[in-house]
């Protein structure tokens, strides 16, 4: 049974900044035991999946705790430490259940070369800073992909901090700024400060309380509001949909792309927006000869991203009103599966599939019923517009929610979960290229609750009895790059990043993960 989302109301909570911690000093007894009990926890995780992204996440605490090490036995702790990154880096599953996992595998080599530079003596190793200087530039970029802005200019102060430690001056500065710039663009005020007063130390001027205020008087407060402002008009909309799996230690990547026609006109009692289904591209990945997982799901989910763009009918206040003609539209979605499936893969079995998958390649109609149409699209219309009617949001600042969303990947997507919801106004963008009107980016992470999604995991499979120990072997993240106009509310960009690990059963884990980017340009 699908339950109804509901929409959104936020409560304002700050999350407190991240912040440089100072190696240790040195290994402690405690610090011995906590080592061993990390390799307890690492030595049980693996037999159960050496790509659950328990498992992996274990090991990089490890050599996140392992790279603090100075003082007798450095090297070989150190050591440690990078042998448990090289593990989590050859993993295949790293890029989908740790999305952030990347840019943690570079900054933790960042630190293990810093570490190893001093290991053996006083004097810092320049055979250890050049790399150390490298992990960190690509921790940087790495952090702003993965939409964490607060670590990308963490570790572009790291960067300059190192320059400094090699004695190159001007690169430091050069560096230093590049990391005030990014304290601006993100709202990092009291980054800036910090950072600006030891930039003017760096280039031997006068640093005082007034100099850095008088340096940082220019620091933007970027507190948008955000207005429901629709009016006629047309947008061309492209539509990505990519789908990343594991399939029998192998990466499979496939692509469907679409161009939508996007009409937004008033009524007479309220706003109608429509679509119309342009070209349409289908790429499937090379899957291995053989392998013991059906196609279908993939192509299911491919198909499954029109489910962003039914005609909706919206209040003229922004309110969600209902999908058009639901029926004819989950028909509709269910044909175009359904045919793209018979000429990938040819005849179906539901042997390929349990539970839910079964009903769906036995009636492709179930997939695409009303209530799951009319469910969908609210929920989308939420996150993409409706949350937003009202909000002032301040730069910089976490605020904290609950919601209930569609699960990623559990019951092909058809199960509602209470999830805990983050998110922060980031930066300014110009609406288009080369315009003068600002739009808001806004990012948003959300993964489920715990107990309700134990409670998903019952009712989709009432012979399933979780120990109340033990928390369900299914794991789910998704993160939300939203780019909007606030005076409008208008989408610019919207980009969905949803992945998943479903370790439940014998059967190999399914470790997935969907990325639906739709980007609209208005005329």
Same mark, same amino acid.
């Given at each position: 049974?699908?339950? +109804?989302?509901? !929409?959104?109301?936020?409560?304002?909570?700050?999350?407190?900044?991240?912040? $440089?911690?100072?190696?240790?000093?040195?290994?402690?007894?405690?610090?011995? @035991?906590?080592? *061993?009990?990390?390799?307890?926890?690492?030595?049980?995780?693996? =037999?159960?999946?050496?790509?659950?992204?328990?498992?992996?996440?274990?090991?990089?605490?490890?050599?996140?705790?392992?790279?603090?090490?100075?003082?007798?036995?450095?090297?070989?702790?150190?050591?440690?430490?990078?042998?448990?990154?090289?593990?989590?880096?050859?993993?295949?599953?790293?890029?989908?259940?740790?999305?952030?996992?990347?840019?943690?595998?570079?900054?933790?080599?960042?630190?293990?070369?810093?570490?190893?530079?001093? $290991?053996?003596?006083?004097?810092?190793?320049?055979?250890?800073?050049?790399?150390?200087?490298?992990?960190?530039? +690509?921790?940087?970029? !790495?952090? %702003?992909?993965?939409?964490?802005?607060?670590?990308?200019?963490?570790?572009?102060?790291?960067? /300059?901090?190192?320059?400094?430690? !090699?004695?190159?001056?001007?690169? /430091?500065?050069?560096?230093?700024?590049?990391?005030?710039?990014?304290?601006?663009?993100?709202?990092?005020? =009291?980054?800036?400060?910090?950072?600006?007063?030891?930039?003017?130390?760096?280039?031997?001027?006068?640093?005082?309380?007034?100099?850095?205020?008088?340096?940082?008087?220019?620091?933007?407060?970027?507190?948008?509001?955000?207005?429901?402002?629709?009016?006629?008009?047309?947008?061309?909309?492209? !539509?990505?949909?990519?789908?990343?799996?594991?399939?029998?230690?192998?990466?499979?990547?496939?692509?469907?792309?679409?161009?939508? =026609?996007?009409?937004?006109?008033?009524?007479?009692?309220?706003?109608?927006?429509?679509?119309?289904?342009?070209?349409?591209?289908?790429?499937?990945?090379?899957?291995?000869?053989?392998?013991?997982?059906?196609?279908?799901?993939?192509?299911?989910?491919?198909?499954?991203?029109?489910?962003?763009?039914?005609?909706?009918?919206? #209040?003229?206040?922004?309110?969600?009103?209902?999908?058009?003609?639901?029926?004819?539209?989950?028909?509709?979605?269910?044909?175009?599966?359904?045919?793209?499936?018979?000429?990938?893969?040819?005849?179906?079995?539901?042997?390929?599939?349990?539970?839910?998958?079964?009903?769906?390649?036995?009636?492709?109609?179930?997939?695409?019923?009303?209530?799951?149409?009319?469910?969908?699209?609210?929920?989308?219309?939420?996150?993409?517009?409706?949350?937003?009617?009202?909000?002032?949001?301040?730069?910089?600042?976490?605020?904290?929610?609950?919601?209930?969303?569609?699960?990623?990947?559990?019951?092909?997507? +058809?199960?509602?979960?209470?999830?805990?919801?983050?998110?922060?106004?980031?930066?300014?963008?110009? $609406?288009?290229?080369?315009?003068?009107?600002? $739009?808001?980016?806004? @990012?948003? %992470? *959300?993964?489920?609750?715990?107990?309700?999604?134990?409670?998903?995991?019952?009712?989709?499979?009432?012979?399933?009895?979780?120990?109340?120990?033990?928390?369900?072997?299914?794991?789910?993240?998704?993160?939300?790059?939203?780019?909007?106009?606030?005076?409008?509310?208008?989408?610019?960009?919207?980009?969905?990043?949803? #992945?998943?690990?479903?370790?439940?059963?014998? %059967?190999?884990?399914?470790?997935?993960?969907?990325?639906?980017?739709?980007?609209?340009?208005?005329?």
């Amino acid at each position: 049974m699908v339950r +109804h989302c509901l !929409l959104f109301a936020a409560a304002a909570v700050v999350a407190g900044a991240a912040a $440089c911690a100072p190696l240790a000093t040195g290994a402690t007894p405690d610090q011995q @035991v906590k080592a *061993a009990d990390f390799e307890a926890a690492i030595s049980r995780l693996q =037999k159960d999946d050496p790509q659950s992204p328990e498992t992996l996440t274990a090991r990089l605490e490890y050599a996140d705790f392992l790279s603090r090490a100075v003082g007798p036995g450095c090297e070989q702790q150190l050591a440690t430490a990078q042998s448990q990154l090289d593990t989590v880096a050859g993993r295949p599953a790293i890029d989908i259940v740790l999305p952030l996992g990347p840019a943690q595998i570079a900054a933790d080599e960042y630190k293990v070369h810093l570490a190893r530079a001093t $290991c053996g003596g006083q004097t810092p190793l320049e055979s250890e800073l050049r790399p150390a200087l490298e992990a960190a530039q +690509h921790a940087v970029a !790495l952090y %702003r992909n993965a939409l964490d802005y607060q670590s990308a200019a963490i570790m572009q102060f790291n960067v /300059a901090a190192t320059y400094r430690e !090699l004695a190159d001056t001007k690169d /430091a500065v050069s560096a230093l700024e590049a990391a005030i710039a990014m304290d601006q663009e993100y709202g990092f005020r =009291k980054d800036a400060e910090d950072n600006t007063k030891l930039l003017l130390q760096w280039k031997d001027q006068k640093v005082d309380d007034g100099d850095v205020a008088a340096a940082t008087k220019d620091f933007p407060a970027r507190t948008p509001e955000f207005k429901f402002g629709w009016s006629d008009s047309d947008a061309d909309v492209a !539509l990505t949909v990519e789908d990343t799996s594991v399939i029998q230690g192998k990466i499979i990547q496939s692509r469907h792309a679409v161009e939508l =026609k996007r009409q937004i006109r008033e009524g007479s009692e309220g706003w109608v927006v429509t679509n119309e289904a342009g070209t349409s591209s289908y790429n499937l990945g090379g899957w291995p000869v053989g392998a013991n997982v059906p196609q279908w799901p993939v192509l299911y989910f491919l198909a499954s991203a029109l489910l962003s763009a039914p005609d909706i009918e919206v #209040s003229r206040e922004g309110d969600f009103k209902s999908v058009r003609f639901p029926e004819a539209f989950g028909t509709s979605l269910a044909a175009q599966m359904s045919a793209q499936i018979s000429s990938q893969t040819g005849t179906l079995s539901r042997a390929t599939y349990s539970g839910l998958g079964q009903r769906i390649i036995g009636d492709p109609d179930i997939a695409f019923a009303p209530d799951f149409i009319e469910s969908k699209a609210e929920q989308d219309y939420g996150l993409e517009t409706g949350t937003w009617i009202g909000a002032t949001l301040e730069q910089g600042v976490w605020y904290q929610m609950s919601a209930p969303l569609f699960l990623p990947g559990l019951g092909l997507g +058809h199960f509602v979960v209470q999830h805990n919801i983050n998110f922060a106004f980031t930066r300014e963008l110009p $609406c288009t290229t080369g315009s003068d009107r600002f $739009c808001a980016e806004i @990012v948003i %992470r *959300a993964t489920p609750d715990t107990n309700d999604l134990k409670s998903a995991l019952e009712e989709a499979d009432p012979g399933l009895k979780l120990p109340d120990n033990q928390p369900p072997h299914v794991w789910s993240r998704t993160d939300i790059r939203l780019v909007i106009d606030p005076k409008t509310l208008l989408p610019q960009t919207f980009d969905i990043r949803q #992945s998943w690990y479903d370790g439940l059963g014998k %059967r190999d884990p399914i470790i997935e993960s969907i990325r639906t980017v739709s980007t609209s340009i208005y005329h």
